[in-house]
């Protein structure tokens, strides 16, 4: 069931990204006459849409690789690679989108980072990159050691979330100054709620709504990545598939003697009467050194009884 649900919440984040960004890109195409790269104000109009898409959407979906399911099991390196290479493309785009707005002032005669839309902006790209420099040196490279590791995690997953958040809080308010600047005029007051203001505060709810959501996966923790002794259960429920449950295993007591040492034997119980049932065996922690197993039920239906009645 949680698998089911992390799905549907990641359908819905994907159409709600992909919205975000198209939104964003119509805003600044119909109402403000499109793109270009040549320091004028068209060149302004890709400082939000590179913004939305590296420092909002390309960002959470980099933040959101280690809840996917399939990363639960196998080795962990693979998904390390791409985490940091996602978070890579975001930081790129965002760069890309902070020259472009700079050149724009620096064209313009406008000075730079004189509103708190800039400082929340520039604050989260700062904290990106410090973040991302952290985490390559200390997750992705083999030198640190699993305690230094551990120590840095909980910060990491802390920064993680809140450079999202400051994101989120740039891009409201930019869309918000944005408006103001744009309309001053007698004719579109922002006050007035012209359609331009009416699609540009959509995209923003757009964009909170798309934050929130990722945020609200990454702090579900049915949700997150299993530790090593939980591990490999989630591995046997992402075997056995939807609906079908492992037969519970229960630990040996430990005793003076255990049924593996040398003069015991350790009953090998069959079921009686059912043909072909897909019975697993797996090494017995008590008895890993003589070789015994355990026997482990992944049928769809409950576990036939093996106390020898049929």
């Known amino acids: 069931m949680a698998v089911r649900w992390f799905y549907l919440a990641v359908l819905a984040l994907c159409s709600l990204g992909l919205m975000c960004i198209l939104f964003t890109i119509y805003w600044m195409r119909y109402w403000h006459s499109g793109f270009a790269w040549d320091g004028t104000v068209l060149m302004f109009n890709c400082h939000p849409v590179l913004m939305v898409t590296g420092m909002v959407v390309l960002y959470s979906a980099a933040s959101l690789v280690y809840r996917l399911p399939q990363s639960w099991v196998g080795p962990k390196l693979p998904w390390k690679i791409g985490h940091a290479a996602m978070h890579l493309m975001a930081f790129i785009l965002t760069v890309l989108g902070l020259f472009a707005v700079f050149n724009f002032h620096n064209h313009s005669k406008i000075p730079h980072l004189y509103s708190l839309h800039s400082w929340l902006g520039i604050t989260a790209v700062f904290l990106f990159a410090c973040q991302w420099l952290l985490g390559f040196v200390v997750f992705l490279l083999p030198w640190a050691s699993l305690q230094l590791r551990s120590l840095l995690k909980p910060f990491h997953v802390f920064f993680g ?3 999202l958040s400051l994101a989120i809080a740039s891009v409201v308010s930019g869309i918000n100054e944005k408006l103001f600047f744009s309309l001053k005029n007698g004719t579109s007051l922002y006050s007035n709620l012209p359609s331009e ?8 709810m757009l964009v909170v709504s798309f934050g929130l959501l990722v945020l609200y996966i990454l702090l579900a923790s049915s949700w997150k990545r299993p530790e090593l002794g939980m591990q ?7 075997q056995l598939g939807p609906g079908r449950q492992p037969f519970p295993v229960t630990d040996m007591p430990v005793t003076d003697r255990q049924p593996c ?4 034997s350790l009953p090998r119980a069959v079921p009686r009467g059912v043909a072909g049932v897909p019975w697993t065996s797996f090494p017995s922690p008590a008895c890993a050194l003589a070789g015994s197993t355990l026997l482990s039920w992944q049928g769809p239906h409950p576990a036939p009884s093996l106390s020898g009645s049929a």
């Open 161 to 163: 979330a809140s450079i």
């Open 197 to 204: 203001a009416v699609f540009a505060n959509s995209t923003g």
């Open 232 to 238: 490999a259960e989630r591995q046997l429920l992402l």
């Open 261 to 264: 040492e040398p003069g015991n």
